[in-house]
Structures are given as structure tokens and as C-alpha cells.
């Protein structure tokens, strides 16, 4: 057996004892519910194992007769090997492990995962490490699908737009899980919501509401009547900025049907409510717009769905209910509403219909004639159609009239011979109009002329198409404008009048812009110019004209948007930014090199000054020389990007990188320089750090005695020290290169041994062995092998690191060292043997002694000498046949002793059962030589006195280990000993003895009289 190296902690622990025959104890431990494996510690040899054990190892019949013959070592994963052999020298070294799980492969070729604890003990005499262990693969599969399915959700939440979070009111508020993104949304890190579980109480505009909201929701979850709920609420960020989350709350129950938490799910609609907001907005200025038109408008689908006040008017309608909802066919009289229905038709489908006269009844039961005109329209996401009326009842009235009158003018001829006359007297006149006319119809502007009636008198074509446009209806001469009627129009009309009465009263032009929107939304930006036309100095009329400058405002309004926007990034940027001119006079800065350039000199630069003006005497040569030369180049059309050192007025230096470009006109001259610098103190010192680290990790690399090299899955050398390339000359005469393959034809025989250690690490595992290899002087090296996976951030093996120990002195140490170990166990075994053979010696002369003795009181002290002396025996007999030469297997050493004694006093007569029951325990020599006599000396003190008017009887032996404390109980059911009979002052030589011997092991003992004899023996260990 194994030595059991010397140890404070072994020499004080209680290690069991089990023996083979004792069907009790085995019994028991194949009643457990959990595998029980015995295997011994040297070689692995397995020495016991339970049912549920061999249920879990499934050998076959043959297997399960031999399995003592087979090692715990073939179902063991080769990985765990290693580690079990060194936990079985800690376990004996008084080191306890908590329980751990590791692989195995059963008969059946199945892995299965087991949960392990081990403890020592001494099994059939041998130093053995009994292993508890139960299947838990469904725990580590189940595990593993969590750890798989927190890994998706991590990844999910990572790469999700949405917020993601778990959080739960009860016992008290707090966020159990929050996605990573939530640092893109509202700018937070996730640790900041799982301190303060309030934070988004805080951080919304309308907090009240919100807390309210979160109370309704405290309460549901509560309850456990919480629903799927959908709320929308506007948060602030970190930053101050507004934006608004759709939140979906949904309860999540645990198996008792309770709401364990809440999962979030948080949507950025900020865009979307943007664009509601302002097509809602759209709708409000749309329908304000139409609601002013002089032109009715309907919008419907069959049955009306909206129209506006002129709509109402048309039809003589009191208000909307009349209308809408009512189909607007039923106002067109029958014998035109087929022709109606088959254009409204159409229009849906998509076709724009022109304009046409229908005849109409009002509500009034009045009849009008309206101009209509069906469109494809969109109205809350339904195709419909909108129709614009216009009551032209009162122009068809006029038409006719008009046909009366050339009627009757036809009927006149003296009226028409004297318009003829008329007519050519004024022939001239009508030429020069046509000039006139033709200029006053020319061009895209629009010309309107008013009286101070404030009606038209004139207007041209352009004027009539615009006004139309932005409010479909025609002007009129000497007429009121009808949009005047509505309330914006009169606000409108009203500022136009402003206008023209500033005109009229002062006799002075005017020149102002308007902004206009037309009925689809376009605004018109135009440049109005108002002059008087006067008659005897005074003004008549006033001249308008309109030019039309939308496209213009637009172009002027986008370079102002993208100077502003320019302007901004210029002033925050946190590059320094400047400009100079040929006489190196500074154009233009940034607020970045304004502050720099104090920081560095003590006062602000200036425009349109000279840059070397501007600094202290002391560094303007040396500053002209330096930047003045770079300037030079650019201007010579080259661009320049460098680095330069800085020290500031405190003395701090600073390192920053700095582009020059040429700033050049239309025609390709440079007019000026466009600098910028930025700051790279930081990256500098990072790239110094970075360098000073590789020196470092060099200098580790490089230093102690280990060979280093990493490696790629191709096989190809990424690094290696010099140890490395030494040993690899030493073993194939050609030295490593990197980025070359480590194959050769030398390293043959060797590659499928690392073929298979490199593939172990490429799956992310590290391996161990030992590598014995005989160098190219014949000499043998051993080597102590680590390969160890490197992975990128995202957990993938990309290289292997090695690192080689040379262990050949230890390996040779450690040899040396067990064979004289060995040669040490032989002497002692030798020197225990021949105590042993001594002791027989001294026994067999005191048993031939005895035949030539007759007194019987003689013969019984010659008979207690020899039981006393084999007692002694069987301790060297014990350690003689271990190999644990310091401790005494006490508990075999009781059974073999007390048996001994009880045959070797029972008489034929006599019939006495002894009972044993024994803890294990392991003695010291010091320790189990007294108590061995002591036993010796109670037990024969039993069979010669407690039993002399019986013929049957018990003796027992009863051994607990509690504590590091032994309790030794020994005792019959004789006639027991005398009230009055003192131990310490007997004649009796046994027990005194005994009394001596128990304070030797600094014990104590209880001496039991009733219904026989006890001595209760109590020492530590």
C-alpha cells in the first residue's frame, strides 16, 4: 500500500474502515439512493460498488462479474484523469472537497454527468477513497438550455431596436434584467436603472401621470389580474432630449400562478409621433384652409365624410349633420345622377374628371346650377373623391342676359353703325392697347391694377391663374374678391388694404415680399411693388405687379440653414480650426483654437492680424521659422498632415496632429490655408504605455528557463522565444521561423501525438502532459507540456500558446527518491517481521515452560504473559503485512485480538458469544501497543472470573470515533465485580495494569457494575 506521508491534519483525522464480510454495513450501502464506487488509491483499482452504481455504469453480465479486475479510470473522461489522481493524494492528506461535477462514459459507450464527493477510508485493509456521486445530466442539460437561452436573449436584446427588461414591484421595485441598449435610447448604462429602479419616474415631462400609471400597474401585478397593457409615454434623456417610448407590459407567472415579474418591451416611436403630430397639424392648417375657400368642397365614399362652410352654403344646409353621412348624389336632380355616379367611379379608380355643370337641389328645395369637379383623394387612409362645387348659377343667369343683349343689338343697326363709327375713330387707340396688352401679358409676374374702392380694374392673365390656384376662384373686374367673405379672407383683405391705403395717402411706391399657401399646402414666396397712377396729381388707381421669388427665397433660406449648420459644427468642434491668408494674417477660428491658443499664449487671437503679432516677442522668430516654412509649402500647392510637441502656459505638454490644405478660387488660385489640429496627448501616451507593455511581456517572454511559442491552426508559428528555437535545434537541428509551418520530416514520428494535444486546445480546452524525447547528444529530456486556447472578443480559438517546463532533473529526483523509498519499506517490513518472530519466540518457550509447571497459579501468570506478549505480536504482525508503517489498523487489530482471547480461554463447557462494534480507526504505535494490553487485560479478566456459575455468557467491544475523541467500551453480563473491590489497590495484577496503561494514553475510564462489568474508556487522538 501507498505511505500516508506525515501530516498534522491525517494524523488527527478519522478515516473509516470497512470490511468485506461485513454484509451489514454493505447492505446498507446498497440500499442508498445515491452510487456508491469504492476504487483503491494507487492504481484506480475499483474495490467495491453498489447497485444504483452499477445501474449507472451499465456493465454487462461478464463485466459486472470482474469489475474488480477493471480501474475507475476507463469510465473517467481521460481529462478528469490527472485531476482525480491528485484529489486522491489531498483527500488522504486531510483536504475535504466540496461536491463537483465531471464527465463519464459508461460500459455502454453513454456520457453522463455526475455530481462527486469523495472521502478516504481503509477498505479491506487497503487505503481506498470511497465516491458518492448521482446522475445529474438532466440538471446540466436543462442548465446548459438556460445558459443557451440566456445567451440568445443576451443577443436578441443586444442587437434588438427595441428596450428589453424585466421588472417587477413586489416585495419592492426593482429591475431584474435591462438590455444592453438601453444606453443607445435614453443614454443610460444598465447598472444606473438596477440602483435606482426609479429613474424613469424622473426622467419624464409629465411625472404625475406616469406615477399614477405605475401605481394601476403595482397594483394589477399584485392582484394578478395585470393584461397584456400598451401605454405611450414622452422620456427625457440623459442629454435633455425629448422622445417618446411605446411601452408593452406583459406579466410573466411563476408555477403557483402568481406574477413573478414584468417584462418590458419599450418602442422608439419618436419619428412616428413626430409625423403624426405634424400631419395632424397638416389636417388642422388643411381643413382651416378649406373651411376659408370660397369654393365648396366635399369629400366622400357613397356617403359624404366631410365638407366645408361654402359646402354647406351651396346646398343651404344649417350646419354639417344635414350633410355629412348623406349621399351626395341625392342633391343632383335624377335625370343627371347616372352621369354623376359613373365620374365618381372613375375618379376612385384614379381618373381626374374635368370640370361640368350639374343641375342641383338644395335642402330649400331651391335649384342651382354648380360647377363640379371630381378628384382621387385620401382621406383618413381611404381612397375617396373630393369634389369641388362652385354656384354658377348667377353667371349662367348673366350668360343669358348677354344673349338678350346682342339680340337686341343686332336688332339696333343705327347702334351698330355707330359703334362702328366709333370704332374706327378710335382704331388707334385700340393698337396701342394691343402693345400694352401684349407687355401686360408678357412675362411670369402679375400685374393688377386697383381703385381706391379697393376693386380691380384691371389684371392680367398670370394674376387671374394665380389667384385661381390659391383659392379656385376667379377675380372679377369692379367686384369684390370673394375669398373676402370668409373670416381669413377678410383678415387677408384687410392687410392688403393696409397696404394700399399707405399708398394712397402718401402718393409714394412701395416694395414688400408675402408668403402665400396654396390650397394643396405649396407656399409662394413674392416681391410686391405698389405705385399710384395719378390724374391731376392726385392718385386714382395704384399699379401693382408681383414677381414670383419662391425658388429664390428657397435657395437663400437652404444657404442659410447650411451656413448655420456649418458655423455650428465650426464653433463645436472639438478640433482647432483656422484660416490664414497669404500675409499669414488669421481669416477665421473656432472657439476650440481660440482656447488653445490662450491656453498656450495668455490672451485671445484676433482677426485679420498676423499671427506672429499676436504672441509673446520671446517665441515669434522661432514661431515664424517653424509653421511659417509649412505655410510656404501649402501655398506652393502642396497639403501637409504632421506632429508637433506643445507646452502650455502651466507647463503641460501636449501632442497634437495637424492637416494643412490650400484654400483655392474658381480659377485654381490659392487664396488661403485651411488648417486643423487635434489633440493626441491621449493616443500618445496610449501607444507609449502600449510600447513600454511589449517590452515588458518581451522581457517575461523571453527570461526563466520555459520554451514559449504560440501557434495557428494551420500549424504555422506566430511567436516563440529563444528557449523555443534552442529546443527545436536541439531535437531536429533546424531552427523555427515565423510564419512557416513547424513540420518537418524529423518531427514525423512525433505528429499525431500533437496533433491530437493541438486539437483539444483548437476546441478550447487546455491540455497537460509530459513529453519524453531523447535530444540529437543522445540525451533524454523531459518535459512538463501546457497548451492553453487563445480567443478573440467574440469566445473563438484563433491561436494555441504553449509553454514547456524541462522537468528531466525532477523526473530523475523523483526516481531516485522512490526506489530508496522502497529499499525503506523492505527494512521496515524486515524489522517489524523479526519483533514479530521474536515475540513468537518468547511465546512458544513461555507455552513450553508451562508443560514442566504444576502449580495452577503459576501456569495461569505464564498463560497471562503469553496472551500479553502475542497482544504486542499482533500489532508488528499488523504493520508487517500494511504498508503504512506509522499507523496500526486498530480496528482489524480489536477483531483479530479479542477473538484470539476468547478461543484461546473457552472451555469445552463454556459457551460465550463475543460482540464487536467498531468505528474504523487507525492508531499510532505509541498508542496502540497500551490500548491492545488493556483490552487484553479486561477481556481475559472476563473469561477467567465473570463466568464461573454460568455456562454461557457475553462478552462485547464497543469502539466510536467522535470528534478526534475515542470511546472504548468493554464490558460482560457476568456476575460483575464488588461494590468494595478498589482497582488501584487490588493484588490483581491485570488490573492495575489496566489502571497504569489508561493514564499512559492520558485517558480516563468509568468502571459500570450493574448486571455485569463495564469499563467505559474515553482518549483523544
Not at 428 to 440: G, H, P, R, Y
Not at 475 to 494: C, D
Amino acid at each position: 500500500m501507498r505511505k500516508q506521508p506525515k501530516n498534522k491534519s491525517n494524523s488527527s483525522k478519522k478515516i473509516i474502515q470497512i470490511q468485506d464480510d461485513n454484509k451489514s454495513l454493505i447492505a446498507v450501502l446498497d440500499t442508498l439512493p445515491i452510487g456508491v464506487v469504492i476504487f483503491s488509491v494507487t492504481k484506480g483499482t475499483i474495490l467495491f460498488t453498489n447497485k444504483l452504481a452499477l445501474k449507472i455504469l451499465k456493465p454487462n453480465s461478464n463485466f459486472k462479474k470482474k469489475i474488480t479486475e477493471h480501474t475507475i479510470f476507463e469510465f473517467l473522461l481521460p481529462q478528469y484523469h490527472k485531476r482525480i489522481k491528485e484529489n486522491n493524494k489531498r483527500i488522504f492528506n486531510g483536504e475535504e472537497f466540496i461536491p463537483y461535477e465531471l464527465k463519464i462514459k459508461n460500459a455502454k459507450n453513454e456520457i453522463i454527468d455526475l455530481e462527486i464527493k469523495s472521502t478516504p477510508l481503509i477498505f479491506n485493509g487497503q487505503n481506498a477513497i470511497q465516491t458518492i456521486f448521482k446522475d445529474v445530466s438532466e440538471v446540466v442539460k436543462y442548465r446548459n438550455k438556460l445558459i443557451e437561452s440566456n445567451n440568445k436573449l443576451e443577443l436578441i436584446t443586444k442587437n434588438a431596436n427595441d428596450l428589453i427588461y424585466f421588472y417587477t414591484y413586489h416585495p419592492q421595485p426593482k429591475y431584474l434584467y435591462i438590455s444592453p441598449n438601453v444606453k443607445d435610447i435614453l443614454g443610460y448604462d444598465p447598472d444606473e436603472f438596477y440602483k435606482n429602479p426609479f429613474l424613469c419616474a424622473f426622467n419624464t415631462p409629465n411625472e404625475k401621470e406616469f406615477t399614477k400609471l405605475e401605481k394601476s400597474i403595482s397594483k394589477l401585478q399584485k392582484s394578478g389580474k395585470l393584461k397584456n397593457t400598451t401605454h405611450i409615454s414622452q422620456y427625457k434623456t440623459k442629454s435633455g432630449k425629448l422622445i417618446w417610448l411605446e411601452d408593452n407590459y406583459s406579466p410573466i407567472f411563476n408555477e403557483n400562478g402568481k406574477i413573478e415579474f414584468i417584462l418590458g418591451i419599450s418602442r422608439d416611436i419618436t419619428k412616428e409621433k413626430i409625423i403624426k403630430l405634424e400631419l395632424e397639424q397638416k389636417w388642422i392648417n388643411y381643413k382651416n384652409l378649406i373651411d376659408s375657400s370660397p369654393v365648396g368642397i366635399y369629400i366622400h365614399k357613397g356617403v359624404c365624410l366631410y365638407c366645408n362652410v361654402k359646402a354647406l352654403e351651396i346646398v343651404e344646409a344649417k350646419n354639417t349633420k344635414a350633410v355629412i353621412g348623406k349621399n351626395v348624389i341625392e342633391f343632383i336632380v335624377p335625370e343627371e345622377r347616372e352621369i354623376a355616379i359613373e365620374r365618381i367611379s372613375s375618379a376612385i379608380k384614379g381618373t381626374e374628371q374635368v370640370t361640368r355643370n350639374y343641375k342641383i337641389k338644395t335642402l330649400k328645395g331651391n335649384y342651382k346650377i354648380v360647377e363640379l369637379r371630381t378628384t382621387p383623394f385620401m382621406f383618413n387612409g381611404e381612397t375617396c373623391v373630393q369634389t369641388t362645387a362652385i354656384d354658377v348659377t348667377a353667371q349662367q343667369q348673366l350668360s343669358k342676359e348677354i344673349i338678350r343683349a346682342e339680340l337686341a343689338e343686332e336688332s339696333n343697326k343705327l347702334l351698330k353703325n355707330e359703334i362702328a363709327t366709333r370704332e374706327k375713330a378710335e382704331i388707334e387707340l385700340i393698337n396701342q392697347s394691343a402693345k400694352l396688352q401684349a407687355i401686360f401679358e408678357s412675362g411670369n409676374q402679375l400685374i393688377w391694377t386697383v381703385n381706391k374702392e379697393y376693386l380691380f380694374t384691371s389684371f392680367n392673365t398670370n394674376f387671374v391663374n394665380s389667384m385661381f390656384e390659391l383659392y379656385k376662384i376667379k377675380p372679377e373686374l369692379y367686384k369684390y374678391y370673394k375669398p373676402h367673405h370668409t373670416k381669413e379672407g377678410l383678415k387677408y383683405h384687410k392687410w392688403w388694404i393696409e397696404k394700399y391705403d399707405t399708398v394712397f395717402e402718401s402718393g409714394k411706391g412701395i416694395e414688400f415680399t408675402t408668403e402665400q399657401k396654396s390650397n394643396n399646402g405649396k407656399i409662394y414666396y413674392r416681391q410686391i411693388f405698389i405705385q399710384p397712377i395719378l390724374k391731376n396729381n392726385n392718385v386714382v388707381e395704384l399699379s401693382c405687379i408681383s414677381h414670383d421669388i419662391t425658388e429664390l427665397t428657397f435657395l437663400q433660406n437652404e444657404a442659410i440653414n447650411q451656413a448655420s449648420k456649418l458655423n455650428s459644427i465650426f464653433d463645436n468642434s472639438s478640433h482647432s480650426i483656422w484660416t490664414i491668408d497669404r500675409d499669414y494674417n488669421l481669416t477665421s477660428f473656432n472657439n476650440q483654437f481660440s482656447k488653445l491658443f490662450k491656453n498656450h499664449l495668455g490672451n485671445l487671437p484676433l482677426l485679420n492680424k498676423a499671427i506672429h503679432e499676436q504672441i509673446p516677442i520671446e517665441f515669434r522668430t522661432e514661431y515664424k521659422t517653424y509653421w511659417y516654412s509649412l505655410y510656404d509649402k501649402v501655398f506652393a500647392g502642396n497639403s501637409l498632415k504632421f506632429e508637433t510637441k506643445t507646452i502650455d502656459l502651466n507647463g503641460n505638454t501636449s501632442y497634437i496632429e495637424v492637416f494643412l490644405n490650400p484654400i483655392k478660387n474658381a480659377v485654381g488660385e490659392i487664396l488661403e490655408i485651411a488648417c486643423l489640429s487635434s489633440d493626441i496627448t491621449e493616443h500618445k501616451l496610449f501607444e507609449q504605455q502600449i510600447i513600454n507593455q511589449s517590452a515588458k511581456l518581451k522581457a517575461i517572454f523571453e527570461s526563466g528557463s520555459q520554451l514559449m511559442w504560440t501557434i495557428t491552426k494551420d500549424l504555422k508559428i506566430t511567436s516563440f522565444n529563444q528557449n523555443y528555437a534552442d529546443a527545436v535545434f536541439d531535437l531536429y537541428n533546424y531552427y523555427p521561423e515565423i510564419g512557416k509551418s513547424i513540420r518537418g520530416n524529423q518531427t514525423k514520428p512525433y505528429q499525431s501525438i500533437w496533433d491530437e494535444k493541438y486539437q483539444i486546445a483548437f476546441e478550447g480546452k487546455p491540455v497537460e502532459f509530459i513529453s519524453e524525447r531523447v535530444n540529437l547528444r543522445g540525451e533524454k529530456v523531459i518535459r512538463q507540456m501546457l497548451l492553453h486556447p487563445i480567443k478573440d472578443n467574440q469566445g473563438n480559438v484563433i491561436e494555441v500558446s504553449g509553454i514547456g517546463f524541462d522537468i528531466t532533473e525532477n523526473k530523475l529526483n523523483e526516481d531516485r527518491i522512490s526506489q530508496s523509498l522502497k529499499e525503506k519499506e523492505v527494512l521496515l517490513k524486515e524489522v517489524h517481521h523479526r519483533v514479530k518472530n521474536n515475540m513468537q519466540v518468547i511465546s512458544s518457550i513461555l507455552n513450553l515452560q508451562s508443560s514442566y509447571v504444576t502449580d495452577v497459579y503459576a501456569l495461569n501468570l505464564l498463560k497471562e504473559c503469553q496472551n500479553r506478549i502475542k497482544s504486542m505480536s499482533f500489532i508488528h504482525e499488523s504493520l508487517y503485512q500494511s504498508k503504512n508503517f506509522e499507523l496500526v489498523n486498530f480496528t482489524e487489530y480489536i477483531s483479530t485480538l479479542a477473538k484470539n482471547l476468547v478461543h484461546s480461554y473457552t472451555l469445552i463447557n463454556k459457551n460465550i458469544k463475543l460482540i464487536l462494534t467498531l468505528d474504523n480507526l487507525s492508531l499510532n504505535l505509541d498508542l496502540s501497543i497500551p490500548c491492545g494490553l488493556i483490552i487484553n487485560e479486561i477481556i481475559s479478566n472476563s473469561l477467567k472470573y465473570a463466568f464461573s456459575h454460568k455456562t454461557d455468557g457475553i462478552i462485547f467491544v464497543t469502539l466510536r470515533v467522535i470528534n478526534q475523541k475515542v470511546s472504548l467500551e468493554i464490558g460482560d453480563n457476568g456476575i460483575g465485580i464488588p461494590e468494595n473491590f478498589d482497582i488501584k489497590n487490588s493484588s490483581s495484577l491485570g488490573l492495575q495494569l489496566v489502571d497504569t496503561l489508561i493514564e499512559q494514553i492520558g485517558g480516563s475510564y468509568n468502571l459500570i457494575r450493574k448486571n455485569g462489568t463495564i469499563f467505559n474508556i474515553e482518549f483523544n487522538i
